[in-house]
């Protein structure tokens, strides 16, 4: 039997939104722990941001918004996706996780952990707290 996507998301998504800072985004991160947070404005997905994303803006967090960093268009799936199917869109355009969405609404995140998969870009080197 083929599993679906809805078996294995995070239902309890933590987002931002386009106006927090990347500081906001890094404390929701460690809080989680996650590596990555959808984007919502007016309950509409509008991006992604992932730690690699923060790593750029790594010495202006308080000052940038989330924005200016955030993936646009995220590769999304859907609750009743394959599980396969979501694997193959992780590896094929190298993300690290995807926003499920249902009727136009964010209903969860997929990501590679939940499907035993490794990271595409790991980032051992880089914690935000160790700023320089």
């Known amino acids: 039997m083929m599993q679906l996507v809805e ?3 995070t239902r309890q998504v933590v987002t931002v939104r386009p106006a927090d800072t ?3 985004a890094v404390s929701k991160m460690k ?3 996650f590596r990555r947070l959808p984007v919502v404005e007016a309950d509409r997905l509008v991006g992604i941001v992932s730690e690699f994303d923060l790593k750029r803006y790594a010495d202006a967090l308080d000052s940038t918004l989330v924005e200016t960093a955030m993936t646009r268009h995220p590769i999304t799936v859907m609750p ?3 599980l396969d199917h979501a694997a193959t869109l992780l590896r094929q355009h190298k993300v690290g996780a995807l926003p499920v969405m249902h009727l136009g ?3 969860g995140i ?3 952990r939940d ?3 490794p ?3 790991p980032l051992p080197e880089w914690d935000p707290r160790n700023r320089r």
């Open 105 to 107: 609404k964010l209903v």
């Open 7 to 9: 078996v294995r998301m």
């Open 119 to 121: 990271e595409p870009q």
């Open 31 to 33: 809080a989680g722990p």
């Open 80 to 82: 009743s996706d394959t």
């Open 115 to 117: 499907l035993m998969m």
């Open 22 to 24: 990347l500081a906001a």
């Open 110 to 112: 997929v990501a590679a």
